[in-house]
């Protein structure tokens, strides 16, 4: 372990990693949108010009948990947009991000019955108990970024500046000890894709305008991998992301990081200006 680093919040990353999460009956998801640095600006703008095609104020923040919500838009002043019409956001926020284009690095994990997990974190195993789920999303989070086996294409931790979501709620999850729910995204060692060596995810914690994509996929990944989602319409626009990696957690914890959406250099493709 003397090799170690900590990685993720160097502002001369290539990448810039934005997450959020999203919780629906049996599924937890972290979601990460990956740009490269060069194209942030791009990516700002078509999120713009994606608010001002449909009404909605480019200070007001894009949330799925608003949008898809009847009252929450209402209070929001968004009652302009029809249930039709905010599913067109969403589709053409995903069209717009493939071209810019960012790639997608999301986690889920199933609940099981039990309300239990066993979490094997290298030769550590900790029970976690399911009344605290915002502890799985940062594992979650962090299990984003796991290598993938063979295919060591996507941009890994050590290549991005990574924002995590902020979450100030208290929780009791590995330990006795109270922390902050977001404590949970840093502190995972994980190895490095095709290198020798380990390196620990220490992402930034806050708030980006760009964590509004992150919003959006997260959202759509929660509900596209739950069983006791039947609108098909998330599955068709998770099916519409050009760039994507997934990792899954098994109930007995083992996290398998399925590959590349398309076998070719992935680091390569989100250089397109």
């Known amino acids: 372990m003397h090799n170690m680093k900590n990685v993720g919040q160097n502002p001369k990353a290539p990448f810039c990693a934005f997450g959020d999460d999203s919780a629906y009956k049996d599924v937890l998801a972290y979601a990460y949108a990956i740009f490269h640095r060069k194209n942030i600006s791009k990516a700002k703008k078509a999120l713009n010009s994606i608010k001002k095609k449909f009404h909605i104020p ?52 199933i609940l099981p019955e039990s309300g239990e997990i066993f979490l094997k ?50 929780i009791r999850f590995i330990g006795k000890q109270r922390r902050r729910a977001d404590a949970y995204s840093s502190g995972l060692s994980i190895e490095k894709p095709g290198k020798k060596g380990r390196v620990r995810i220490t992402p930034k914690v806050g708030d980006h305008e760009l964590q509004q994509v992150a919003d959006v996929y997260a959202y759509i990944c929660s509900h596209a991998r739950s069983k006791e989602c039947r609108d098909e319409f998330f599955k068709r626009q998770l099916n519409k992301v050009k760039y994507f990696t ?5 109930p007995d914890s083992k996290f398998e990081q399925i590959g590349l959406s398309k076998p070719e250099n992935t680091n390569k493709s989100l250089e397109v200006p």
């Open 58 to 109: 480019i200070d007001a923040p894009i949330h799925c948990r608003i949008l898809f919500s009847g009252d929450q838009r209402k209070k929001a002043n968004l009652d302009h947009m029809s249930p039709d019409r905010v599913k067109h956001l969403i589709s053409h926020l995903i069209d717009e991000m493939n071209q810019v284009p960012c790639l997608l690095r999301y986690s889920y994990c």
């Open 121 to 170: 974190v290298i030769d550590e195993e900790h029970k976690i108990v399911y009344d605290e789920p915002k502890g799985v999303l940062g594992i979650l989070s962090q299990a984003c970024f796991l290598p993938i086996r063979n295919q060591p294409y996507a941009p890994g931790a050590e290549l991005c500046e990574i924002f995590a979501s902020r979450d100030k709620t208290k």
């Open 246 to 250: 997934r990792a899954i957690a098994y």
